[in-house]
């Protein structure tokens, strides 16, 4: 099991900057990548970013490039979201994500999905 807790969301204008950040315990080790997905209301939970946890391999949106960062501390177990230049439509409930997997004996494994608890974060005008 893992579990995650986020903080660091709120109320921000556009073009300003946040950071958020999500703190990982349990089985750690089991982690493969860390990730921020967001909500918004009435749309499907997207990804925004993520970081493998071997050689920090990073993805992003198309619409977060260059403006936000995803960063990891290994010693505090802790992914980073830097949001800069703040847009209206960046306004959703962000969620950590970690993807674990599990390997048995015989070879076979089993990926399972945690989530943290989910922040706000709002962009005004």
């Known amino acids: 099991q893992v579990q995650l807790v986020e903080s660091g969301g709120g109320l921000v204008q556009a073009g300003g900057s946040l950071r958020l950040s999500c703190a990982a315990s349990?089985?750690?080790?089991?982690?493969?990548?860390m990730g921020w997905y967001r909500q918004a209301p009435g749309k499907q939970r997207e990804l925004v970013a993520r970081i493998s946890s071997g050689a920090g391999t990073t993805n992003y949106a198309d619409s977060v490039k260059g403006r936000f960062t995803i960063s990891r501390d290994n010693a505090k177990n802790t992914v980073y979201l830097q949001m800069n230049s703040l847009k209206r439509e960046d306004t959703a409930v962000y969620y950590c994500?970690?993807?674990?997997?599990?390997?048995?004996?015989?070879?076979?494994?089993?990926?399972?999905?945690?989530w943290g608890q989910g922040t706000q974060v709002t962009v005004s005008s």
């Open positions: 994500n970690a993807e674990s997997t599990r390997y048995y004996e015989g070879g076979e494994s089993v990926t399972n999905d945690y």
């Open positions: 349990g089985s750690i080790f089991t982690i493969d990548h």
